[in-house]
């Protein structure tokens, strides 16, 4: 109860606290959670159409990631979805790409006709025990900055704190994009083969990833349906790589990288508008990406390639002390 008063405030009654609380309570029990390590084709879709509410009603852009493909554990639970009838209300997903002991992103999408209801607080119960028990102590919320100007009581009102480090999340809207009439390399999809050779340059680029893990995420990065990694051949010779998850309402951009004795050549957004000219010609939907922001050097080559900014992206991380 003094929690539900918490999350109110002060302003209103304890009868109508007890009132808000009964209806909690009723409410929860008729929603059932669906947990799953992934998404099958009809959940996928559910999650797109949710997503694409929150959207709209919020005016946010940042999509969860609707895929466990480049989780560290293919059989932890990764997607907690909570159901009223048959309707889906609400969405918590979970990305950890280190082993235990790293830090796990969590994502929580609830319906805007759902909220205050406890949708979010019961997806938060189902997914927390499931951290726990694979060793994940620490762990950060996704939101953005124009939620939280929205709701300026959200981070005392939770505790949580905002990490002064953001991204920006930039956009290309859907439409036709030609292939560059002059490029000095030339982009194809991943094989198995090429894997050895681009270890190297994967973990050059990014200085956390072993060996070892920049093969395994490699290794899982051969295409399928949900995610197409594609790699820059120049002069024959392998010298970055893409990845693009399709899965989601528009197609997100990540890994992307070209090796450090290529930079500043034009490579990298050559690379992207070639894979932007591939994946409109397929399957015409906006194109996305994150980038920090404070690396100008990304900006400029995203913005080269047509790229704005769209909205930042805040990550709110929890307190020991306070991890509930």
């Given at each position: 109860?003094?929690?539900?008063?918490?999350?109110?405030?002060?302003?209103?009654?304890?009868?109508?606290?007890?009132?808000?609380?009964?209806?909690?309570?009723?409410?929860?029990?008729?929603?059932?959670?669906?947990?799953?390590?992934?998404?099958?084709?009809?959940q996928r879709a559910a999650a797109n159409q949710l997503v694409a509410a929150v959207e709209a009603h919020d005016h946010t852009y940042r999509e969860p990631y609707?895929?466990?493909?480049?989780?560290?554990?293919l059989t932890m639970p990764s997607f907690f979805l909570a159901y009223r009838a048959d309707q889906l209300i609400g969405l918590l997903s979970l990305y950890t790409d280190g082993g235990a002991g790293t830090m796990a992103d969590v994502f929580v999408l609830v319906h805007p006709e759902c909220r205050r209801q406890g949708v979010a607080t019961a997806l938060w119960q189902a997914a927390k025990p499931v951290l726990l028990a694979n060793g994940y102590t620490e762990w950060e919320f996704i939101t953005e900055q124009v939620f939280l100007a929205d709701y300026p009581e959200f981070l005392a009102r939770t505790g949580l704190q905002a990490d002064p480090e953001t991204e920006y999340q930039m956009a290309a809207a859907a439409a036709q994009f030609p292939m560059p009439k002059q490029s000095p390399g030339r982009i194809r999809p991943l094989r198995a083969a090429d894997v050895a050779a681009l270890v190297p340059l994967y973990t050059a680029a990014f200085a956390d990833q072993t060996p070892a893990a920049a093969h395994n995420y490699l290794m899982r990065a051969i295409p399928d349906d949900q995610t197409l990694t594609y790699v820059y051949v120049l002069n024959q010779q392998l010298v970055g790589s893409c990845a693009v998850d399709i899965s989601g309402v528009s197609d997100y951009f990540f890994s992307l990288f070209i090796s450090a004795d290529y930079q500043n050549q034009g490579l990298g957004t050559d690379m992207v508008r070639q894979i932007m000219a591939v994946r409109s010609a397929a399957a015409p939907k906006a194109f996305t990406l994150g980038v920090e922001t404070n690396n100008p050097a990304a900006l400029h080559v995203y913005a080269n390639a047509g790229f704005k900014k769209q909205t930042e992206v805040v990550y709110l991380i929890c307190p020991k002390k306070n991890n509930h």
């Open positions: 109860m003094e929690s539900l008063l918490a999350l109110y405030g002060t302003r209103i009654s304890r009868d109508m606290l007890q009132y808000t609380y009964q209806f909690l309570m009723e409410a929860s029990t008729r929603m059932t959670i669906t947990i799953v390590p992934n998404l099958s084709a009809a609707l895929s466990n493909q480049f989780n560290f554990s």
